[in-house]
């Protein structure tokens, strides 16, 4: 009797455990690590991370070149004193599992400004591709990396690519794949946001063999370099975007639904939002409508210091104030601020709660983050990482549903 007791208590802890894991959401978070470099409040390094807010965080970034060798962008934030730098950013990444043992921490290859041709040169030859895993294993290995997370923007596309990308990134993958399986090493990537690029860059059904995430960049869908206002990223289409062509694909729905629709598995698929806004500088102050003529991106912010983007620390911060106007887009599911001629699209607590709630419903794997270090991390607006902390408080409520 006793053992048929414990017995089951056994099947019942181990069917608790199933189906908390199988309910249990990811966290991906992108950790800018330049954003050391930003000024006065801005500033941002390991120490500001919370650990207990992200299941994943990847070191944005390290590159490669043309021979197959990986290099670290910024030695002096990376490395330590030993290794010729002074910040230690990868050794403190990675001892955030000391606070919170479940993080996984990945570095992550590429980014925007890397482009496409190291990229297409590397992966094209099967020498090369083993000269920048083994170089991969010896970097995981020497800080004890939990995995990779390709961010290669994008196969195919871009300065100096090739229409053989899109077939040799499925090897690189492998290559990848074959060497981390034995020790259990995590493989992810960023990827396309947006239908035509999805077509153009990936053989879907490959990339979700090989890789443990799919990390989609839905965000990016519209800024300055359009030359008319628009959302960076939009949930769902506003009636305005079907009387443009395709625009009503450049939205986020959209581009998750591509992925599942050329069959991606789901659980593997992380909806990606930006903790930051793009802004326009509006040709007329009275047309705010997207769409709207501009006359070039917004300025500067204190702290991240480009045109065109502000962090969401800069907008709650600096543009939300009695002069700036609100508007939540009902279709789009997103929020804009005027201020006098500047008109700026992001993400809140309120669009978040949205898209979050789209993931669940979707049966996605979770949400991933670029990036946490412009999330109002000091509390400067009120709650310290309100957009993590919003994620995160609305995932667990789905998943102790
Ligand atoms: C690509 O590789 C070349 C040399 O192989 C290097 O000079 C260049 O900086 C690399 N480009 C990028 C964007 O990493
Ligand atoms: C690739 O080029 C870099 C920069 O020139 C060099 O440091 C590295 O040793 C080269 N790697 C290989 C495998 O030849
Ligand atoms: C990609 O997947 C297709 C279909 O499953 C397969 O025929 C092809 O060999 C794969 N390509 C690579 C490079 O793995
Ligand atoms: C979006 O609309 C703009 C302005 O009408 C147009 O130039 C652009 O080609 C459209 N983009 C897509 C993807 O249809
Ligand atoms: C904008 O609207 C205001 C109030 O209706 C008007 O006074 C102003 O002239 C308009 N500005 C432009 C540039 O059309
Ligand atoms: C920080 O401030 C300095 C001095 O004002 C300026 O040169 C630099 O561009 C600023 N950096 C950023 C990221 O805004
Ligand atoms: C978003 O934050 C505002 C201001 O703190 C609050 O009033 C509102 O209830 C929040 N909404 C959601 C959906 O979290």
């Not at 991370?49 to 070149?65: G, Q, R, W």
Request: aromatic share 14%.
């Amino acid at each position: 009797m006793r053992g048929i007791i414990s017995l089951s208590a056994a099947y019942f802890i181990l069917a608790c455990f199933l189906i908390s894991s199988a309910n249990s959401y990811n966290i991906v978070c992108y950790f800018a690590s330049w954003s050391i470099y930003r000024n006065l409040s801005g500033k941002f390094d390991v120490s500001n991370i919370d650990p207990n807010l992200c299941t994943h965080i990847n070191f944005a970034f390290v590159e490669l070149y043309e021979n197959g060798s990986l290099y670290i962008v910024d030695p002096w934030e990376s490395n330590s004193k030993s290794d010729g730098g002074n910040y230690n950013g990868f050794q403190d990444l990675v001892n955030l599992r000391q606070q919170n043992p479940n993080l996984n921490v990945l570095v992550s290859l590429g980014g925007w400004n890397e482009g496409s041709k190291n990229f297409s040169v590397v992966c094209a030859d099967e020498a090369k591709r083993q000269i920048l895993v083994g170089e991969v294993m010896r970097l995981i290995a020497k800080y004890n990396f939990d995995g990779l997370d390709i961010d290669w923007e994008y196969p195919t596309l871009r300065t100096d690519s090739h229409p053989q990308d899109k077939e040799n990134f499925v090897k690189l993958l492998a290559a990848f794949r074959t060497a981390f399986q034995p020790r259990r090493l995590l493989l992810t990537a960023a990827v396309a946001g947006a239908v035509e690029k999805i077509d153009a860059a990936y053989f879907v059904g490959n990339l979700t063999n090989y890789l443990d995430m799919l990390n989609v960049m839905s965000y990016d869908y519209h800024g300055a370099f359009d030359g008319f206002v628009g959302h960076i990223s939009p949930l769902y289409a506003s009636s305005l975007d079907y009387k443009h062509e395709k625009n009503y694909t450049y939205v986020a729905s959209a581009a998750i639904e591509h992925w599942l629709r050329n069959g991606a598995d789901p659980s593997k698929i992380n909806l990606g939002v930006p903790t930051y806004g793009r802004t326009f500088t509006l040709a007329d102050k009275n047309n705010t409508q997207l769409y709207a003529p501009i006359l070039g991106p917004g300025p500067k912010g204190l702290f991240t210091g480009l045109e065109g983007t502000l962090g969401y620390h800069e907008i709650c911060n600096e543009y939300s104030g009695a002069d700036s106007q609100y508007v939540f887009d009902d279709h789009q599911k997103v929020p804009h601020r005027v201020v006098d001629d500047l008109w700026i699209g992001y993400d809140d607590n309120v669009s978040l709660t949205y898209k979050v709630d789209y993931a669940v419903a979707q049966k996605l794997g979770g949400i991933m983050v670029y990036s946490i270090d412009t999330d109002d991390f000091l509390g400067l607006c009120g709650h310290k990482y309100i957009l993590l902390t919003t994620i995160k408080n609305r995932l667990d409520y789905h998943r102790s549903k």
